[in-house]
């Protein structure tokens, strides 16, 4: 047990549950077509993400805390985009959206209707997303 609970706990059962989210690997441009068919009928959800940055580790890892939609209100694609870098460059072609990372871009019928970068990246807007 921790002095107060400020300095962490080693104690097994005080350990927090990492969330486990029902990422799709995004590993190849056939799926970029997946994609936009899946879209028609359910939104989904394509998060850029560069293993070597500090700050795209954070919000992936602030992203997985907050993200609660079920799986059937959205699809979720995780794109490593150093090991990808063809299928990067070809969301950002396909999808007309300037490259960043980390980023979220949320597609609908086949469109954008959402993307943010870096700290912009909110459960919340997806959430709104889903309720239209």
Not at 16 to 39: A, G, V
Not at 88 to 94: G, K, P, T, W
Not at 114 to 130: M, N, P, Y
């Amino acid at each position: 047990m921790s002095l107060f609970g400020l300095f962490g706990s080693k104690e097994p059962s005080e350990k927090k549950e990492k969330k486990q989210l029902p990422w799709e690997r995004l590993t190849s441009l056939e799926q970029l077509d997946e994609i936009s068919k899946i879209s028609k009928t359910q939104p989904v959800a394509i998060f850029k993400h560069s293993t070597r940055c500090g700050i795209s580790r954070m919000v992936l890892n602030q992203f997985e805390g907050s993200y609660d939609i079920d799986p059937a209100e959205m699809r979720l694609y995780y794109l490593d985009l150093l090991s990808y870098r063809l299928v990067s460059d070809e969301v950002a072609i396909r999808f007309q959206v300037l490259h960043q990372s980390p980023q979220l871009i949320v597609i609908k019928n086949g469109m954008v209707v959402h993307q943010a970068s870096h700290h912009q990246i909110q459960t919340a807007a997806l959430e709104e997303i889903i309720e239209l």
